[in-house]
């Protein structure tokens, strides 16, 4: 069974404790890595000025989102990480995964899929 590096436990333990309870259901199907959790606003600016974000209103700021990539087999016991959405090719690869939360405290809700 798939389970969290150090540094990815980490990073999603920055986030909110709904995403955190997704995110630890999700380990126990898919194997991923957490790549980014809350994130600074200094970091947000900093994405925004390279081009890598659109909005300075992230929900990474509230630690409402989290950057993942998928663990994708390659040949026995290789892996490639990449995040997510940015490979359609590996895209395929993977089994589809739907995931739906509402916040605890009735904020911020969202939908992932792949």
């Given at each position: 069974?798939?389970?969290?590096?150090?540094?990815?436990?980490?990073?999603?333990?920055?986030?909110?404790?709904?995403?955190?309870?997704?995110?630890f259901e999700?380990?126990d199907h898919?194997?991923?890595?957490?790549?980014?959790?809350?994130?600074?606003?200094?970091?947000?600016?900093?994405?925004?000025?390279?081009?890598?974000?659109?909005?300075?209103?992230s929900k990474?700021?509230?630690?409402?989102?989290?950057?993942?990539?998928?663990?994708?087999?390659?040949?026995?016991?290789?892996?490639?990480?990449?995040?997510?959405?940015?490979?359609?090719?590996?895209?395929?690869?993977?089994?589809?995964?739907?995931?739906?939360?509402?916040?605890?405290?009735?904020?911020?809700?969202?939908?992932?899929?792949?």
């Open positions: 069974m798939p389970k969290f590096s150090k540094a990815s436990l980490d990073r999603l333990l920055t986030v909110h404790e709904d995403l955190q309870r997704l995110f999700v380990i898919y194997d991923c890595s957490i790549l980014e959790g809350i994130r600074s606003p200094e970091r947000q600016r900093e994405l925004v000025r390279t081009g890598k974000s659109k909005t300075l209103n990474h700021l509230k630690g409402w989102a989290v950057d993942v990539s998928p663990a994708i087999p390659l040949t026995g016991r290789r892996k490639v990480r990449r995040g997510c959405g940015t490979s359609p090719a590996s895209s395929s690869a993977l089994p589809l995964v739907s995931a739906s939360w509402t916040g605890s405290d009735g904020g911020a809700t969202g939908t992932a899929m792949r």
